[in-house]
């Protein structure tokens, strides 16, 4: 279960997988949400799978952050340019991936607005009110950290994509869930 010098380990595959899936999963059902009016319970229906899926993301994204911890890494392939770079977004997309359901959670707490998780949990709003500070959190979230992960994404696929189309390394591969490495 431990990374090795050519492959993270099947859980770090697995999470890695599971919560970009996730991440994916969470942007379509927000935008899911605005095909239907604010009286349709579809609309709801959305959003609380958003929310859950972004509980669902800050739990695993913290777990996984642990595991990298404890478990190490594989070898990083790159010129001297390139390993600082891979580490950088690799460390702002932990960031985000905390940082987009924290946020979240604080702009509906902010709000006044309840939560609800996997139509199962309803989280209240813990603190007082306040549109204001509602309104710079939803910005962070809904702008500031979304586009920082949309650029963030670009540059990690690319990379991915740079090393095993055009360096030929074993980058790509060790974190794909099939497949051989090198």
Do not use: C
């Amino acid at each position: 279960m431990s990374n090795n010098a050519n492959s993270w380990s099947s859980a770090l595959k697995t999470l890695h997988w599971v919560i970009a899936f996730f991440i994916l999963f969470a942007w379509g059902s927000v935008e899911l949400h605005e095909f239907y009016e604010k009286s349709d319970p579809m609309r709801g229906w959305w959003m609380v799978m958003h929310y859950s899926l972004g509980f669902s993301i800050l739990l695993l994204g913290l777990f996984r952050l642990y595991w990298r911890a404890t478990h190490g890494r594989p070898k990083l392939y790159g010129s001297r340019f390139q390993k600082p770079v891979s580490l950088l977004v690799e460390s702002l997309m932990y960031i985000i991936m905390i940082g987009m359901p924290v946020t979240g959670l604080l702009m509906r707490q902010f709000a006044g607005r309840d939560i609800t998780l996997f139509w199962l949990i309803d989280v209240p709003a813990f603190v007082t009110k306040n549109i204001d500070i509602a309104k710079q959190i939803a910005f962070i979230h809904k702008e500031f950290l979304w586009n920082a992960l949309l650029v963030l994404l670009v540059l990690h696929i690319g990379g991915a994509l740079w090393h095993h189309l055009i360096t030929k390394d074993n980058t790509l591969r060790q974190m794909l869930p099939f497949g051989k490495t090198k």
